[in-house]
């Protein structure tokens, strides 16, 4: 590996891996941008924190959002000391336009103001600091927008006292600024994040995307009602959307399903409910303890758990003032509010008193289990995709002749064997790196030689005009269509990025695969995770019910050594003679983003010939010194500079457009009107209504490495600013390191995180039952009768 490619000097770079200097310490941001997760477009709901950087000498991933959340902390198998409710890493959920980690595109709930960029500490006006000067005007440009924006509101509402506050809060959270945490003065501090806009409707299920609008009637009661409470008339019709046209009365009777707003907090329910029912409004409410163990289980859910262990949830019960959580948590259970699973762990053991003659009989053993809660919606899911794929496993097929002789001519063994196992099974599943990608696309080619009607789904839009993407396919603007009961028309569905699929998406494309068709399943099990919940990809992998084929096919080149070696937890000097891959150690935030422009912009095209649209830019988080915006404000004045004129847009600005949660799509502005935002996006035009621009579009010139899953590029870099060493894991530098074809620069300030990250940091655990439902299913399909 080389130092920094570039050169305004004709110093020569030195091939060993450099260690950086500990980078000063930047204040961390929590910027739980819209997206998802977790929730608009694209993990809305978490936090973005400041990204701290990376390892001397080596690569370093990609750090989620997350940071010490305000609420209390809960532990359980979501991470160590990490809450179920609270916001998760980048990804994970959030709706916004920062696909994956953080939301796609939106207000970012709860997030703290930006810190202003480090500038160099030279008296003299060098490029760096005229690059962070410009990011600085940027964000005062876009303050006075939205203060513009909102003053009106503001002006004409009149409101005071504990209205205010709590308009004041949720204009924060929808805004992107941290909230106000006086409103509530006896209540647990709001948490740091937050989904800041209700979930993205899946494409899975366009029918429910539109939401009812409520009638003025509806409104004019939730008005009132919010009146009554203190609350502002702002949040009048969200509620009665969110509620239905009984709104008034349920806020009424329990002015805790406030909480059905994504924007409004535990605390801030808990305010609303005390104006309501003054001291009758206590912290064992059963009305309010119901409520609240939903709440918990959707922000879980916005973390990517399909359900949570019941001694977790009732940790974080008692966390938030519930009195007796055991007992809260069976009331709702009784309720019907949420769903109790009982998932067995191994077989029946017998109990310590009895000898081994009693142990063999089944009455006299015990059958260990977890106790799971859940919420219909993500257990109906989990369970409908656990029959999907249990009756396409069960599938049979003869393998003639043209299959062998189709396995014969393939480019490679791996892809012999892939084309074999799809000829005899209904399912099958397919790991590999990126090389490894070319072994489906056989598959498929082959496939269509033998007549069959084939389909090649992946995460991400491009790769080949004989793809399409998974959210295509399911709403029905690509592939084959469906037929008169529902299904797709074809044979065989190959989906590549599997592990971005959560269980919602999942089951309904399973549904729509009808009998007799085969479905493979392939993907990298070392990249980040899906957006929304679940983990399919792994819990298939975990359940061993079906054929599952390993790739032989490395990655090549120095680039490849490199990830690979990541994907096992080491992060090794590689031997990059064309400087494929190079570090770039910097000493703060600020010298971070002036390398990386240096890079994008003159560097890497000089270095490479790859023209600087070409090269893309990827940081652990939205916020901070060094995270995407303050990057693509840099990038913006140097590659496209411009006034902003289209709601902070010019025309040739790279930008990223989150339709939906985890979908993040590279476009280009084109221009604006009262339509709304047009962009291209891979030939196509498409408008993006001016009301849903700043929650859908963002500035696409840095993105994170959720936001960069499923897609490459010929050069990318990679910058790890000192702040961002909390967020790395092994997933994150190994999704960010493998986005680039030709070339990586590590922007490298984090020190010893880097590799530590690599070594001891894996992915944080999902709580599922996806595995367990899917080996009960093949049990019982063994059992004779």
């Known amino acids: 590996m080389s130092t920094d490619p570039q050169a305004d000097t004709a110093a020569a770079e030195n091939p060993a891996t450099p260690e950086a200097e500990p980078s000063a310490a930047a204040e961390a941001e929590a910027d739980p941008a819209a997206d998802t997760d977790r929730t608009g477009p694209d993990g809305s709901g978490t936090a973005e924190p400041a990204e701290d950087g990376a390892g001397p000498a080596a690569v370093h991933g990609e750090a989620g959002e997350g940071g010490p959340g305000a609420e209390p902390p809960v532990s359980g198998r979501g991470g160590e000391g990490e809450s179920p409710a609270g916001p998760e890493t980048e990804t994970e959920t959030g709706s916004g336009a920062d696909g994956g980690a953080d939301a796609d595109a939106g207000a970012d709930p709860e997030g703290t103001a930006e810190p202003a960029a480090e500038a160099p500490a030279t008296p003299a006006l060098s490029e760096a600091q005229a690059e962070l000067a410009a990011q600085r005007i940027e964000r005062e440009r876009i303050a006075r927008r939205k203060a513009e924006r909102e003053a009106p509101v503001a002006a004409g509402a009149k409101l005071s006292g504990k209205a205010a506050d709590l308009l004041a809060a949720v204009r924060a959270v929808e805004g992107g600024a941290k909230p106000s945490s006086v409103y509530f003065d006896d209540a647990p501090a709001a948490p740091r994040k937050a989904p800041v806009a209700p979930p993205a409707p899946r494409p899975a299920a366009p029918a429910a995307v539109a939401a009812s609008v409520p009638s003025a009637d509806t409104v004019e009661g939730v008005r009132a009602v919010l009146a009554r409470g203190g609350a502002p008339e702002a949040l009048a019709g969200p509620a009665a959307a969110a509620l239905g046209e009984d709104a008034a009365g349920q806020l009424t009777e329990n002015p805790w399903r406030l909480l059905s707003l994504p924007a409004v907090r535990p605390t801030q329910a808990d305010g609303f409910a005390r104006a309501l029912l003054g001291a009758e409004a206590g912290p064992g409410d059963e009305r309010r303890t119901t409520v609240l163990v939903g709440w918990l289980l959707a922000q879980a859910g916005l973390k990517g758990h399909t359900a949570l262990e019941a001694p977790v949830l009732e940790k974080a019960l008692a966390q938030y003032g519930v009195p007796d959580p055991a007992e809260a948590l069976e009331l709702a259970i009784a309720e019907g509010s949420v769903l109790v699973f009982h998932e067995p762990l191994g077989p029946p053991v017998a109990g310590p008193s009895e000898n081994a003659a009693d ?116 709403s029905g603007a690509e592939g084959p269509g469906r037929d008169t009961d529902g299904q797709f028309s074809l044979d065989l569905l190959v989906v590549l990025d599997a592990p971005q699929l959560d269980v919602e998406t999942a089951a309904a494309l399973v549904e729509s695969v009808p009998d007799g068709a085969r479905l493979v399943l392939c993907g990298d099990p070392g990249v980040l995770g899906s957006a929304g919940a679940g983990r399919v990809f792994a819990d298939v992998l975990a359940a061993r019910t079906c054929p599952q084929l390993v790739s032989r096919t490395p990655d090549p080149g120095p680039l490849g050594e490199l990830v690979s070696g990541v994907g096992i937890g080491e992060l090794n000097q590689v031997d990059a003679p064309g400087k494929e891959v190079v570090i770039v150690p910097v000493k703060d935030a600020g010298e971070a983003v002036h390398r990386a422009v240096q890079l994008v912009a003159e560097s890497v095209p000089r270095a490479f010939g790859i023209p600087a649209d070409s090269v893309q830019v990827i940081t652990p988080g939205h916020g901070g010194s060094a995270g995407t915006r303050a990057l693509n404000a840099a990038l913006k004045e140097r590659l496209n500079p411009g006034p902003g004129r289209f709601g902070g847009f010019d025309p040739g600005d790279r930008v990223v457009h989150v339709p939906s949660a985890g979908r993040a799509l590279p476009a280009r502005v084109v221009s604006a009107d009262a339509e709304g935002l047009h962009l291209e996006r891979a030939g196509a035009r498409i408008v993006v209504a001016k009301e849903l621009v700043e929650s859908q579009v963002r500035h696409g010139w840095a993105v994170t490495a959720h936001q960069a899953v499923g897609t490459r590029w010929p050069a990318v870099v990679v910058v790890l600013p000192g702040d961002a060493a909390q967020a790395l894991s092994r997933d994150w530098v190994y999704t960010a390191f493998g986005r680039g074809e030709r070339h990586l620069s590590v922007v490298h300030g984090v020190d010893q995180a880097l590799p530590h990250a690599v070594a001891e940091v894996p992915a944080k655990p999902r709580t599922t039952r996806l595995t367990g439902l899917l080996t009960a299913l093949a049990t019982a399909g063994a059992q004779p009768g």
């Open 359 to 474: 142990a063999e009989d089944a009455e006299d053993a015990e059958q260990p289990v977890r106790v799971l809660v859940g919420l219909e919606g993500a257990a109906m899911a989990e369970e409908s995709l656990a029959d999907g794929l249990a009756r396409l496993a069960a599938g049979t097929f003869d393998a003639s002749e043209d299959w062998e002789r189709a396995a014969g001519s393939a480019p490679s063994p791996s892809a012999s064997e892939l084309i074999r196992a799809v000829a005899g099974h209904g399912l099958v599943t397919h790991t590999g790196g990126e090389a490894a990608r070319a072994e489906p696309v056989a598959l498929a080619a082959a496939a269509r030689e033998l007549g069959l009607r084939v389909c090649l789904a992946a995460h991400a839009p491009g790769g080949g005009p004989d793809r399409v993407t998974v959210a295509g396919l399911l």
